[in-house]
């Protein structure tokens, strides 16, 4: 019996996805990628069963969606020294990096099999003393000779994110929320907007939380050319991306590796990238990513919009064979099995 965990996250709320009981629902409408990759683990035969861990206020009864025989489990527990008490794993993978993982990994670090740590933000490496075999990272600048790192590399879920036939109302679609405005850039490209005349002639549309704090940086730097539509679900990202030339990410390096990047890319979108933003070179390589540098971001918005076919055509070959689905999973498991 091979078995992969997953644990997910020391939140205890549960997510809009466990609401789904059928595996159909679940796997059309989830948008996570780290619990969508164990279901394609599971399908392609990789393992016999998955377990994605998470912990609770109060009990649960679990969700299991049986494939082929073989079962996913979404597991609540009030600690997660509780799952000693269940059949060990093959491979765990630590996503989040939550002081409850280096707990239960230092008093049995032996139990979890192959135990790959992929971080968030700040916490790239284990903050308190875990034990983790691998280092998954998602920006080869984050690479530390003191530890075993090892790419991660990630994609969306196409069921949610894929081209949709449609005009294009938006020269630039901008997701991002204004609770996160320490990491996003949003104060920056408003500036850089209201410095450039020629960038105040192009039509954005924001999506994300609290538009009234960018509404209130528009108006401090005298910029007209953004609307605003408020926080919108994936499935109106998708119609906003598909409806814009190109997808924008001005994350900073306080900011994680924020997959915003990969679902615009597999809206069909290009994608114009900032210097800072975490994202393995991988992706950079793709003639549908611009990465920029801040003084060359006006200019290289510019031209972007001027060659738009170019880079149109681009993201499309890239969705049927470096970004898929497939491709992307595949590209994870070939790198866990050589550890």
């Known amino acids: 019996m091979r078995r992969f965990w997953l644990f997910r996250s020391n939140l205890k709320d549960l997510e809009y996805y466990h609401s789904f009981k059928d595996l159909e629902i679940f796997e059309k409408y989830c948008h996570d990628y780290y619990l969508l990759l164990p279901l394609w683990l599971l399908k392609k035969d990789f393992f016999d069963e998955v377990v994605i861990w998470r912990l609770t206020k109060f009990p649960r009864d679990e969700i299991v969606f049986e494939i082929n025989s073989k079962k996913f489990i979404q597991r609540w527990v009030s600690d997660f ?3 000693f008490y269940y059949p060990k794993p093959d491979i765990s993978f630590w996503r989040g990096g939550f002081p409850e993982y ?3 990994t230092k008093i049995r670090p032996e139990f979890f099999g192959k135990k790959l740590y992929l971080g968030a933000g700040q916490r790239q490496f284990s903050y308190y003393n875990g034990k983790y075999d691998v280092y998954l990272i998602e920006d080869e600048r984050d690479f530390n000779s003191k530890y075993n790192c090892l790419p991660f590399y990630k994609t969306a879920s196409p069921y949610i994110f894929h081209p949709v036939t449609c005009g294009k109302t938006w020269d630039i679609c901008w997701p991002c929320n204004f609770t996160q405005i320490r990491y996003k850039g949003q104060e920056f490209f408003i500036k850089k907007i209201s410095e450039d005349k020629k960038l105040q002639t192009i039509k954005i549309v924001h999506c994300g939380n609290r538009p009234d704090k960018g509404q209130k940086l528009a108006k401090k730097y005298g910029v007209k050319s953004i609307e605003f539509v408020g926080p919108v679900n994936r499935i109106e990202l998708n119609t906003l991306l598909n409806s814009s030339k190109f997808g924008l990410n001005l994350s900073n390096r306080i900011d994680g590796c924020p997959r915003i990047s990969t679902e615009i890319l597999m ?3 290009p994608l114009i990238s900032r210097d800072t933003v975490r994202l393995l ?12 540098t801040d003084n060359d971001l006006s200019k290289n918005i510019l031209s972007a919009i001027e060659n738009y076919e170019v880079y149109k055509n681009a993201v499309l070959q890239d969705i049927k064979l470096s970004l ?3 491709n992307i999973s595949q590209k994870n498991i070939d790198t866990w099995q050589k550890i």
């Open 81 to 83: 020294k509780l799952s």
């Open 102 to 104: 280096d707990e239960v």
């Open 267 to 269: 809206s069909g979108t």
């Open 281 to 292: 070179k991988y992706y950079k390589k793709n003639k549908s990513v611009i990465t920029t």
């Open 324 to 326: 898929s689905f497939e």
